[in-house]
T-cell receptor
């Protein structure tokens, strides 16, 4: 069945350093890959997304890469700041309506001052 | 412009009871989806509503049902509650066939 694996489950980086979170997906028909940030007591917030016809996308300090052949995609956060501390989820969807999103298990990112 | 809103924020029920959770989508959004997020896990898709009909469903039993009203707001009903139904229930909305979904803050349900 559809599955998204995410690692690491926890990540601690020094403020100013980069953080990388990696995911793999099982269904080769997946074509939409959003990343969400969830802060304590809040719902997930979309921070960036990428579609299968694009290999890389960047938005300020955040970038995502997608390798369709290997079914891998990654989130890169550069120049990390204390407000980047949160749980990050990768996800994948294969239908055009994209409502059924399969989420990874999450990465708890902590930024050390 | 208000985002996705959900009520109540917290709820405590006992096993066997029934619960109704409510969601108002973001303005201009007509498609609503519900997700269950157990502690320490990613959200799991329950179902999607569009034009007042259930369009897609995840691997959840029939105890989970929903409804969408003409104003696009939605309800999630869970019957015969089990301890394992304790979770954060998230509502997400999007306009039409757009891919980006916006999540509400969730309703935290505790079943004792």
């Amino acid at each position: 069945g559809e599955n998204v694996e995410q690692h690491p489950s926890t990540l601690s980086v020094q403020e100013g350093d980069s953080a990388v979170i990696k995911c793999t997906y099982s269904d080769s028909a997946s074509n939409y890959f959003p990343w969400y940030k969830q802060e304590l007591g809040k719902g997930p917030q979309l921070i960036i997304d990428i579609r299968s016809n694009v290999g890389e996308k960047k938005d300020q300090r955040i970038a995502v890469t997608l390798n369709k052949t290997a079914k891998h995609f990654s989130l890169h956060i550069t120049e990390t700041q204390p407000e980047d501390s949160a749980v990050y989820f990768c996800a994948a969807s294969k239908d055009s309506s994209a409502s059924k999103i399969i989420f990874g298990s999450g990465t708890r990112l902590s930024i050390r001052p | 412009d208000a985002g996705v809103t959900q009520s109540p924020t917290h709820l405590i029920k006992t096993r066997g009871q029934q619960v109704t959770l409510r969601c108002s989508p973001k303005s201009g959004h007509d498609t609503v989806s519900w997700y269950q997020q157990a502690l320490g896990q990613g959200p799991q898709f329950i179902f999607q509503y569009y034009e007042e009909e259930e369009r897609q469903r995840g691997n959840f039993p029939d105890r989970f049902s929903g409804h969408q009203f003409p104003n696009y707001s939605s309800e999630l009903n869970v019957n015969a509650l089990l301890l394992g139904d304790s979770a954060l229930y998230l509502c997400a909305s999007r306009p039409g066939t757009a891919e980006t979904q916006y999540f509400g803050p969730g309703t935290r349900l505790l079943v004792l």
